[in-house]
């Protein structure tokens, strides 16, 4: 019987190891997402009062044992983003904490519960709103209020000047913004049309139905009148969406841009953006503020309109899997260092004690 027992034992011996092995490559792993999604940085949830409702943020202060930090304020881009859109801020905070900044976010009213509805927002609204946040940070003894400026992505464009015009801001970084609302709608439809091989027939329908739309915001239509319109068909926009639409869509940053005449703005651009004419927000940025001798202008060639690379945000599992094992290396090369040179620039406050 001995020689039948011995294959089951060698047998179960495999398959313990096996076990082990795979407990610790699946441990490995776990510290690997782990380590790769630690940043060399304190994290606080704070709560900031405006407009008869908290604020739910989060600040990112550095390690470096500094009493006092300079500030970046957050100003979201479209869509209903929490304080670290999804963690997605992380490493750039991790940059302006390198350069000796602390960083400021909060959620978007209506998300991960805080109270309010961001569809019911106007630009100006938003800029009331990160205002307010900035006087919450000038009364902190640990912000240094001569050092806060502004970071905002995409829709936030046409909230940044808006904010300099109500309070002083010491810089602005200006990530994938647009000029004017109805313009960019039109460049970003025609964009993706043609991404995806759209006939003649199909691009001329859709820009039909864009020029109805046009028509209808114009007037002031109702959300039933635009359903009526549509011939019922909602085309994914809901009666909130509408409404957010309806408010926001005669936005154009031209005039407001004057706001931010000397003081240092970084502008970056996105190679790869389907979203954002960069040609027409390039121009209208140099228009206004060149002149000041204070406007700074980055481009990156690989990168899509969120300034993740493009090859990586074009896949899924790639996006996945490159989010937990290599948050850093979401963003176009240079993104990251890009920030942190532009906050070493405008200079350190003297190490303290």
Do not use: C
Not at 34 to 41: A, E, F, G, P, R
Not at 196 to 225: F, K, N, P, Q
Not at 236 to 246: K, Q
Not at 296 to 318: F, I, N, W
């Amino acid at each position: 019987m001995r020689h039948k027992t011995q294959p089951r034992r060698r047998g179960f011996r495999i398959a313990v190891w096996s076990l082990v092995a795979v407990l610790l490559v699946g441990a490995g792993l776990v510290g690997a997402v782990l380590w790769q999604n630690s940043y060399d940085m304190d994290e606080r949830r704070v709560s900031i009062r405006h407009g008869g409702h908290v604020l739910n943020g989060v600040l990112a202060v550095p390690k470096d044992g500094r009493e006092r930090h300079g500030l970046v304020v957050y100003v979201h881009g479209d869509g209903p983003a929490d304080a670290t859109h999804d963690d997605g801020y992380k490493p750039i905070w991790e940059a302006n904490a390198k350069a000796g900044y602390a960083s400021l976010s909060w959620d978007k009213p209506g998300v991960a519960g805080a109270p309010g509805n961001w569809l019911d927002q106007s630009m100006d609204d938003r800029a009331d709103e990160t205002a307010a946040a900035i006087a919450w940070a000038r009364a902190r003894p640990d912000i240094d209020g001569d050092r806060i400026g502004l970071w905002g992505a995409s829709q936030a464009g046409w909230v940044l000047p808006k904010v300099a015009a109500r309070t002083p801001v010491s810089f602005v970084v200006a990530v994938s913004p647009a000029i004017n609302w109805l313009r960019q709608g039109r460049y970003n439809l025609l964009a993706e049309l043609r991404a995806e091989g759209a006939s003649a027939a199909r691009t001329e329908a859709e820009t039909a139905r864009s020029d109805a739309v046009r028509g209808l915001l114009a007037r002031h239509a109702s959300y039933e009148e635009y359903l009526a319109a549509m011939g019922g068909d909602a085309h994914g926009m809901t009666a909130d969406r509408w409404g957010f639409v309806s408010r926001n869509h005669t936005a154009d940053v031209t005039r407001d841009l004057v706001a931010l005449r000397g003081v240092p703005v970084l502008l970056v651009l996105a190679g790869q953006d389907t979203n954002v004419d960069i040609a027409d927000t390039e121009r209208g940025y140099r228009e206004a503020l060149a002149a000041g001798g204070a406007l700074t202008v980055e481009h990156y060639p690989d990168a899509a309109h969120s300034l993740l690379k493009r090859s990586v945000e074009q896949s899924d599992l790639r996006l996945t899997l490159t989010a937990l094992f290599s948050p850093r290396s979401l963003f176009a090369d240079g993104f990251l260092d890009g920030q942190r040179q532009f906050l070493d620039r405008l200079g350190r406050a003297p190490r303290q004690g």
